[in-house]
């Protein structure tokens, strides 16, 4: 089925490890971008893509890095896990917004605790 | 900055009432506005969307507004059923300078449909 995959669904890290989440549509969208979700704070953007090679800053990058290779996928790397860094993280995706009638599709998440 | 407030933050109704969620933003540049659902420890689902242009969009029970001018929206639910029991996400589409195209978020409303 077409649509945002993320893997994995749960993971537990120790502080200061490192990991890579994962990205991957097929819907051939543009734009690709990653949120995390907090309690009373909502969703807030951490980085996004305009397409392959590029990417860019959000509201709350520190601490995560990404890349573009290619059109599909679009992982998060957590350079050293923190304990603030607990959350539940999104990867969306979508054609151009400013030109198109399309939405975002979310992927299911990635519950991460760090420890 | 973009702010998205949405009023009531939790709603309990009995089954079968109509009822209405209420989302405003502070700046009317969008592109396009999201009604999103998330069932607990679930992703989130694109129910409507209504472009700036649009005043509203219906989707079986689910009608979403838009009064960009006024910036609000509302989503009306009709003959609202237990299974509606969800939290409801109202997000903008728009421009931000310092991290391009995004969607920003409400905190959501909680709304549970009594049997």
């Known amino acids: 089925n077409a649509g945002v995959t993320q893997t994995p669904k749960f993971q537990v890290l120790k502080t200061g490890q490192s990991m890579t989440l994962q990205c991957a549509q097929d819907m051939n969208h543009e734009y690709m971008s990653w949120y995390r979700q907090d309690p009373g704070m909502g969703l807030r953007l951490i980085h996004y893509?305009?397409?392959?090679?590029?990417?860019d800053q959000g509201e709350v990058p520190n601490g995560y890095n990404v890349s573009r290779s290619t059109t599909e996928d679009f992982p998060l790397r957590l350079l050293s896990a923190a304990p603030s860094q607990t959350s539940v993280y999104f990867c969306?995706?979508?054609?151009?917004?400013?030109?198109?009638?399309?939405?975002?599709?979310f992927g299911s998440g990635t519950r991460l605790t760090v420890v | 900055k973009q702010e998205v407030t949405q009023i009531p933050a939790a709603l309990s109704v009995p089954e079968g009432e109509n009822l209405v969620l209420n989302c405003s933003f502070t700046?009317?540049?969008?592109?396009?506005l999201q009604w999103f659902r998330q069932d607990p420890g679930k992703g989130l689902t694109s129910l409507l969307l209504i472009q700036s242009s649009q005043r509203e969009q219906t989707s079986g029970r689910l009608n979403a507004s838009l009064d960009k001018s006024s910036g609000r929206s509302t989503l009306y639910i009709a003959a609202s059923q237990p299974g509606d029991s969800a939290t409801y996400l109202c997000?903008?589409?728009?421009?931000?300078?310092?991290?391009?195209?995004?969607?920003?978020f409400g905190e959501g409303t909680q709304l549970t449909v009594n049997p």
């Open positions: 969306a995706s979508s054609y151009r917004p400013d030109v198109t009638y399309y939405g975002y599709t």
């Open positions: 700046d009317s540049a969008i592109y396009n």
């Open positions: 997000a903008v589409g728009g421009w931000v300078e310092t991290s391009g195209s995004r969607l920003t």
């Open positions: 893509s305009v397409g392959a090679g590029i990417t």
